[in-house]
């Protein structure tokens, strides 16, 4: 067992296990225990960003999507969450860590479905604006 003496002074030593136990006991050593290295934990960059919606056909499209993406400096692990809940229900797990998504994150996540919503609306009244008006000629 390691072992250095009670009063702090000298250098850590081996010492058989029962002879370093009654020593302990006598409050002339006292057990070393190395130090541990705090463990090695990432920065984790986060964003909210909108994914460009696609057109495979005509007929076939993916509407654009609001999208956090977060992805860690130390283990490289890398995460896209989507749904309209991803903010509130999904985490993000690495370096032996469960992190939620940060409250200003999730605000502007938010603000994306907000602003979609919004050029929809906007979309959809200059649609009915460009409606071709038909009048009636019986
Ligand atoms: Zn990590």
Known sequence: M??????????VFNLENNTARVLIA????????????PPRIGITSWKAVIKPGIRFEKESYI???PTIVASCSMCGGAVTLT????????????????ECVPADIARQYEGLYES?????????????????HFIDIF
């Open 63 to 65: 509407e654009p999507t």
């Open 83 to 98: 749904g309209r809940n991803a903010h509130k229900t999904q985490h993000f797990l690495h370096c032996g860590l469960d």
């Open 26 to 37: 006598a409050g002339t050593l006292v057990e070393y225990v190395a130090p541990t290295k």
């Open 2 to 11: 390691k072992v250095k003496l009670a009063n702090g002074k000298g250098e």
């Open 116 to 132: 979609l919503k919004q050029k929809e609306k906007t979309r959809e009244q200059s649609a009915e604006v460009q409606k071709p």
